[in-house]
């Protein structure tokens, strides 16, 4: 079943931490947005819930090494916290 986000809110430690990654990333990020506004839960993305100090917050893959640290507002409404490695998850 797919699940479509109409709307994405960027918190501005999500766009510093997007300005800062190589090109290529960016676009490869912004290629994956775009798969995750047509359907968060697009097996591409590997989208999945987080645990322990960070329960309640989603992240879906940019690729191997990156994420997009995510909260859903709503069933199709969520707000990007951050973007880089796994670091991220500290």
Same mark, same amino acid.
């Given at each position: 079943? &797919?699940?479509?986000?109409?709307?994405?809110? %960027?918190?501005? /430690?999500?766009?510093?931490?997007? &300005?800062?990654?190589?090109?290529?990333?960016? &676009?490869?990020? =912004?290629?994956? /947005?775009?798969?995750?506004?047509?359907?968060?839960?697009?097996?591409?993305?590997e989208?999945h819930k %987080?645990?322990? =100090?960070?329960?309640?917050?989603?992240?879906y893959?940019?690729?191997y090494?990156? &994420?997009?640290?995510?909260?859903f507002?709503?069933?199709? =409404?969520?707000?990007?916290?951050d973007?880089?490695?796994?670091e991220?998850?500290?």
């Amino acid at each position: 079943m &797919r699940r479509p986000i109409a709307a994405v809110h %960027l918190t501005s /430690d999500f766009q510093k931490s997007f &300005r800062r990654l190589p090109k290529n990333i960016r &676009r490869l990020a =912004e290629k994956k /947005d775009r798969w995750f506004r047509s359907d968060a839960f697009d097996p591409r993305l590997e989208t999945h819930k %987080l645990k322990g =100090e960070l329960a309640g917050y989603w992240a879906y893959s940019v690729n191997y090494q990156h &994420r997009i640290l995510f909260a859903f507002l709503g069933s199709d =409404e969520v707000i990007y916290y951050d973007v880089g490695t796994h670091e991220i998850y500290r």
